[in-house]
């Protein structure tokens, strides 16, 4: 019986996330004629991990034997920039602040994997250059690598969510605070 | 190991055929386009794949279902080696055809 290791299947899995994720996205082309071949698994997981948002960059740390994907999207910048825009018109501290709760709540719910070989940094300052990101720090222990790509798609979608979220929260302030204009007097014939 | 090949043929004559592994609960697509041709021994590309067929939960229960098969497979190899490997023993009581 031909023999099919379980690098076969994460290869299928990784691709199907990714598809679930956009159909369009470039790795399902660039892999398109290539055979399914589970040897290939971490070839294909990191142009995975790669292609969910739309910039990420990878750094190794040869003395630490550490490697850093930066998620880089304006999903991510807008979403902590309206964060910061909806505490300041409601008067709210970033330690109370729901949405910036919740966003951290998903991402660390997402990105938890059953390792200790890993780091997950949120940098939400949105004077910083290039914007906010997210960043990834894994050590040579972390054997998980093929469930980050659906990881990062959990991630992308609850940044999605929560900003729509965060959008409608602030159309609802303007709303409530516009002042409505005196209707217009219809002005009096004078008797002629 | 002794084998009575009369029982053995009489037992197989009367099986009825049916699947080692229960197939129904495993989505068709992966089953037929994917699982069944590379066992047959087919490559398939990246590209041959419709991900619109599946779900991600389809996948496990797919590899699931193989590692079923490959037991069963083994099971039998098993099987085959030893009724192979067993030696010809004359039959006691004379027999005339």
Redesign the interface.
Known sequence: ????D?Y??D???V???V??HD?QSPV?AS??????NGAEIYEVTVNAVEAIFQDTRCYYNDEKELESYVFFDPLITDFWKLCEDYEKRTGTSQEKSSFRDEMFRAINSALYFDEYSYGIYSYEDTERKNGCRLVLVIGSEFFSLDQVP?ALCEVYEAFEKHLKQLKETLAELDQRNLIELPKRIPCREEAA | MLVDLNTLRRELANAVPEDTVDASEVNTYLLNE??RP????K?????D?D??Q???DD??D??EH?EK??RV??KL?ALVGSIADANPAACKHRAFC
Do not use: P, Q
């Not at chain 1, 019986?1 to 099919?4: F, G, H, L, T």
């Not at chain 1, 892999?31 to 399914?36: N, S």
């Open positions: 019986m031909v023999e099919i379980n076969f299947w290869c299928l899995r691709l199907k996330e598809f679930d159909e399902l892999f398109k004629d290539r055979e399914i659906g | 994917v699982l590379v066992l047959a021994g490559e398939i590309c990246y590209g794949i991900y619109s599946f779900c991600v996948i496990n797919i590899a193989y098969l490959y497979a083994n190899k």
